[in-house]
């Protein structure tokens, strides 16, 4: 079970971020000592078109592509509304706020402490990891994915 004392916070920009955008965002993010977990939320991209006249063709998009945060590589199946983040301690709060600040001039965004991410394993977190889970991965599982959330090792 993670420890519920972590901080959360999350960045919510005015608007979608294209994925060059959410990549630079990311990456900086990453560079930033004391952030434990990060979590990109937003609408999905589906490949396919799940509804509508158009139901089972093709979804050509431009925002469904590989972005590189860190050492990995991920496939962006979403667009980016939202990031959440899991942090040592309160202290690093404001440096994420600095550097928001100063990452979004062009639209506004706000910064959110909260509770945003589970924090004690979940039945699909047992189902999908087992009883000995790694606790970074506790409540990133999507039932839905058959993928696991992307690791990024950064030299702390």
Known sequence: MTNAAFPQVRIVPIRMLKPRTAER???????????RRMMIHGPGLPKIVPYGPARGSPNP???RRAIHVGDAEIA?????GEVILEVEDASVIEEIRSLCDGFFVKFPYRLQEGRFMKTAPTLVDYA?????????????ADPRNGESPVIIRTEQ
């Open 25 to 35: 965002l990311l990456n900086m993010l990453a560079g930033i000592t004391g952030i």
């Open 76 to 80: 962006l199946s979403l667009q980016v």
């Open 128 to 140: 999908k990891y087992g009883p000995d889970a790694d606790t970074t991965l506790i409540g990133l």
């Open 61 to 63: 998009h431009s925002d």
